[in-house]
């Protein structure tokens, strides 16, 4: 175990997984209660189009990622907020246009190619020094945005309408909140990739709420979940040779599969 | 128009309202007012307008012509004055809060962002818990509440805006018989208080018994500041609930005007 926490890229891992972790209960939380867990799952997929585009360009695939996720965020955000009907059509058919001109750009990009299947499935093995800033700065930004419209964002959270009434900037929280899942997005990619970060994103929260009658305490239990699930996928991945971002969601899915069943039986828990 | 006898302006004037969704108008012509320590209950049909008339008060949907007042101020701004209790089914019975959250949110506004809640706040807060019976379950959540206790959660809410105006869309909508007798009993005394309250329903048994006037929305209004249900109401041109009223109807409501 100490051999293993010398490793540079071990400690870097391990550090990307807090990092990660904290982002994950904070906005997850929002994300389950909201329920935007399917428009955040477009932003994830759309986020590949910019990781396409920025290999093609030749500049830091994050960059492209970050410009993709937050574009596909405000255009799913605002796509949501019209009352007319067929939004999860719509936003289904911008994750997958997202995907494809990502799959295009690998396509037009000379050379070798691998590297953007770690986009994809995601690598915590390879996080490095300016990733972990990165996430730094999402977290500063989310816990502080978060702190600072705490009760805001819960009141609009429960009860939109009411909180429109009582005129809060229901807009300008939505949209921030938008920008938030769209930044979680990009940072989470680094640990397990675009296409299971839905998963990392909502069990945690999603089993906290079944247990937890409050939303803070839901987010520093979704918070710990979510660093027990990284830590454990990536053990189990470094000890067993395997895809550490598949560890990671299995480890989450039988947590919550887990979580469900006892649930279930428990008769003191809330409904 | 002022109120005739106080001069004052009133709590919510709408004259000449249209208002729909695209090609549909729910509302035609609506015209009333409101003032003062009015105890206001509006029966109708499902698909009459109800909701679609506390929406544009609310300013949360654009009337097509027509004007809203509410203390001679646009919807979006007069709202201030209005305490919302919306209709129970919009909410997500699931979400994890407790009681003294959501009356929280009624003392939020614009002004405050940034600034936590005060211990002014929060004997607001236990107070209207008081008033409406349920201090004793603020820590609770509310999922575990009945339908009749939420809604009380709901009413208190409200009131923690420190409202002149009670807006109450059906109140008693999945709460059942016992419990709908006793928010009516609450929303009387809270009128008493010198709240106006306009309330939406079809729970035609009960209302009666505890508004000050009532009115019928389908579409169009009939409303003229009648206690009772009269026969004009009743005239299929209304199509007001006529089935409602020819079963169990309490006495009173049917009787003639009493003294």
């Known amino acids: 175990m100490r051999e293993l926490l010398s490793f540079s890229f071990m400690q870097n891992a391990l550090l990307a997984g807090v990092l990660v972790s904290l982002t994950c209960g904070v906005i997850g939380t929002l994300v389950v209660l909201k329920r935007m867990v399917f428009i955040s799952g477009g932003v994830a997929h759309t986020a590949y189009g910019g990781v396409g585009l920025a290999f093609y360009l030749g500049v830091n695939p994050v960059l492209g990622a970050v410009a993709f996720s937050l574009l596909a965020s405000f255009l799913m955000g605002y796509v949501q907020r019209q009352t007319r009907q067929r939004q999860d059509t719509l936003i289904g058919v911008m994750w997958a246009i997202g995907m494809a001109i990502g799959i295009l750009f690998a396509d037009l990009t000379p050379g070798y190619k691998a590297d953007l299947m770690s986009y994809l499935f995601g690598s915590i093995l390879a996080v ?144 | 128009m002022t109120n005739p006898k106080t001069g004052q302006i009133p709590h919510i004037e709408i004259s000449h309202l249209v208002a729909g969704y695209k090609n549909e108008n729910v509302l035609k012509d609506i015209n009333l007012s409101i003032h003062k320590d009015d105890f206001l209950g509006l029966i109708g049909p499902n698909g009459g307008g109800k909701t679609t008339l506390l929406k544009v008060i609310l300013g949360l949907i654009e009337p097509k012509s027509g004007s809203v007042k509410i203390f001679g101020q646009s919807p979006q701004q007069g709202r201030q004055h209005i305490g919302y209790v919306p209709q129970f089914a919009v909410f997500d019975n699931d979400f994890p809060i407790s009681v003294r959250d959501v009356v929280r949110m009624g003392r939020l506004s614009p002004k405050r962002l940034f600034r936590p809640y005060t211990n002014e706040d929060e004997s607001i807060v236990d107070e209207r818990l008081e008033w409406v019976k349920m201090l004793d379950n603020k820590n609770r959540s509310l999922r575990e509440l009945s339908g009749g206790q ?110």
């Not at chain 1, 945005?145 to 705490?150: E, I, K, P």
């Not at chain 2, 169009?220 to 199509?239: A, D, R």
């Open chain 1, 128 to 271: 490095t020094q300016g990733d972990l800033w990165l996430m730094l700065a999402v977290n500063l930004l989310v816990i502080g945005v978060v702190t600072l419209f705490y009760k805001e964002l819960q009141a609009t959270a429960f009860d939109e309408t009411f909180a429109r009434v009582r005129n809060l900037p229901v807009d300008i929280l939505y949209v921030l909140l938008i920008a938030m899942i769209g930044l979680a997005v990009v940072i989470l990619m680094r640990v397990v990739g675009l296409i299971l970060i839905i998963a990392l994103l909502t069990i945690p929260a999603a089993i906290s709420s079944l247990f937890l009658k409050h939303m803070k305490h839901i987010m520093l239990l979704a918070t710990g979940l979510s660093l027990i699930f990284t830590i454990g996928g990536l053990l189990l991945a470094y000890f067993f040779n395997l895809t550490s971002s598949a560890t990671i969601i299995l480890v989450s899915g039988i947590a919550y599969l887990t979580a469900m069943v006892v649930h279930r039986n428990c008769n003191r828990c809330p409904d």
């Open chain 2, 150 to 259: 939420r809604q009380r959660v709901y009413i208190a809410r409200a009131l923690a805006t420190n409202p002149d105006i009670l807006l109450l869309d059906e109140p008693t909508v999945s709460v059942d018989y016992e419990s709908r007798t006793s928010i009516y009993e609450l929303l009387h005394n809270i009128n008493q208080k010198g709240v106006t309250i306009l309330m939406v329903s079809h729970d035609l048994n009960v209302i009666s018994s505890y508004v000050k006037t009532i009115g019928c929305l389908n579409r169009t209004l009939h409303y003229h500041g009648e206690k009772e249900i009269t026969n004009e109401m009743l005239k299929s041109g209304y199509n007001c609930p006529v089935d409602l009223i020819a079963h169990g109807l309490p006495h009173r409501v049917l009787a003639e005007h009493e003294g």
